[in-house]
């Protein structure tokens, strides 16, 4: 089992910017597949932004330019660095793990949702 901790989430005005993270109690194997999904309410879950185990990145159309994923291996730590927050990206952000990785990060994009390991989520606010 692995276990998904979130955090960094908060109330930002437009512009500005909030680093989440995500510490994973363990890597859930050596090809491997993470990511960010959000959940508006209201709307569908949407994956915002992915990472695999040779470091490829995707990203959705509507964070590109403004957020990034990073993994720092040693502590098993995932990171969501967003930037020139809009009040459209207000959400809860959850960080999610794959037990293993046969897809591109495109594909998991679509899959965050649905993976086995996913946390409890960080509140993001963005108010206008």
């Known amino acids: 089992q692995v276990q998904l901790v979130e955090s960094g989430g908060g109330s930002v005005q437009a512009g500005g910017s909030l680093r989440l993270s995500c510490a994973a109690s363990?890597?859930?194997?050596?090809?491997?597949?993470l990511g960010w999904f959000r959940q508006a309410p209201g709307k569908e879950r949407e994956g915002v932004a992915a990472?695999?185990?040779?470091?490829?990145?995707s990203y959705a159309d509507s964070v590109k330019g403004r957020f990034t994923i990073s993994q720092e291996n040693a502590k098993s730590t995932l990171y969501l660095q967003m930037n020139s927050l809009k009040p459209e990206d207000t959400a809860m952000y959850y960080c999610?793990?794959?037990?293993?990785?046969?897809?591109?990060?495109?594909?998991?994009?679509?899959?965050?949702?649905?993976?086995?390991?996913r946390g409890q989520g960080t509140q993001v606010t963005v108010s206008s």
């Open positions: 990472i695999d185990s040779d470091g490829n990145t």
């Open positions: 999610a793990a794959g037990a293993s990785c046969a897809m591109t990060t495109i594909q998991a994009l679509q899959w965050l949702p649905h993976f086995v390991y």
């Open positions: 363990r890597k859930t194997s050596s090809r491997y597949c």
